[in-house]
């Protein structure tokens, strides 16, 4: 029991989730290369300031991080 609560502690950690925000940009975490979540989640930081997101940066195998810029509607 204790390996699988480990197990499942370190996915969460590997998850995709947002590092930083500002209204100009927005940069995503994604072990994974979850690229369609890492754009979900950008565009829901950027409607914050009534803004979309546009990929700047993909995510390799090398960088895990998306960067996303907030740009007008």
Sequence with gaps: MKVLLIVLVAATGCATHV???NPRSVLVES???DGA???KMADAECAKYSRVA???FK???DETN???E???R
């Design 19 to 21: 590092v930083t925000s």
């Design 31 to 33: 072990w994974w290369l």
């Design 37 to 39: 979540k890492a754009q």
């Design 54 to 56: 546009v990929m700047r």
């Design 59 to 61: 995510a390799d195998y």
């Design 66 to 68: 998306y960067v996303f």
């Design 70 to 72: 907030c740009v007008d």
